[in-house]
């Protein structure tokens, strides 16, 4: 969900068979510079560090651009309860992965470890955290929401399609 509300990606790319995002996607990056993706690394990471992601393999847009394999920057603030880079931290340290493994396990698992969720168990779960922690206005919320409220936002702020589209991606 974190990582939802800050880039309203695609479900394929969290649940995706050829597209979703793996634990390679992610790497700690201190004063500049990306360390490998271990556990120790991950430790090290503070306030004002970076996670540097990289966006998994997308669709075109109308107009052919593609947007896949782009670096996304998650900046650590433990004070932001909904930080994304501070939870992503957590979440490697409750659920190593070596880095031999981070190409093949998937950034996103029910159980922290290779096995993926599929976009059934992401709707299925998702109705379950909006049934639990929104009033009934929200309970016809979706998944996609995540993506159409971003868009809608930055459409509402004047921004053109193409600065949408970059920052969708």
Known sequence: VLYELVTGTRIDEVAGEDTRLQRENFVPVINGRELPPTT???????????IRGKSAPSKCDRTNAHWGSKDMWFLVDDSNPRNFATAWIQWEMTHPCTVMQRATWPAFSPSGNHVPFTTDMIHRDFKVIIGVACDEEAKG??????????????????????VIQAILR
Do not use: C, E, S
């Not at 995540?146 to 399609?161: E, H, S, W």
């Open 40 to 50: 120790a690394n991950w430790a090290r990471l503070r306030n004002g560090d970076y």
């Open 141 to 162: 919320v979706r998944f996609h929401d995540f993506r159409a409220t971003l868009a809608t936002k930055l459409v509402d702020d004047g921004q053109p399609d193409a």
